[in-house]
């Protein structure tokens, strides 16, 4: 048994309300882009064990996104 480390590079699209672009952008960096927690681990290691895979994730690290990367792609105003 061996444990194998892969870098993967990920595009994550966030919905944020807010009645400001500015405010919305605050929270990017938050809990939206962050690391899942152990508990968030093992579930899905337990649905991936339903499915037959032989192999486990032990850890997720995201890097904070700097702020040339947040990238506003649409606003969608309430009526």
């Known amino acids: 048994m061996a444990d194998y480390e892969f870098e993967v590079t990920i595009t994550v699209v966030v919905r944020v309300r807010a009645e400001k672009e500015a405010a919305a952008r605050t929270v990017i960096a938050s809990s939206a882009r962050s690391s899942p927690s152990a508990e968030e681990i093992r579930m899905a290691n337990e649905g991936e064990f339903l499915l037959g895979k032989q ?25």
């Open 55 to 79: 192999a486990t994730t032990i850890a997720v690290d995201f890097d904070k996104p700097d702020e040339e990367s947040v990238r506003l792609i649409s606003v969608e105003k309430e009526q």
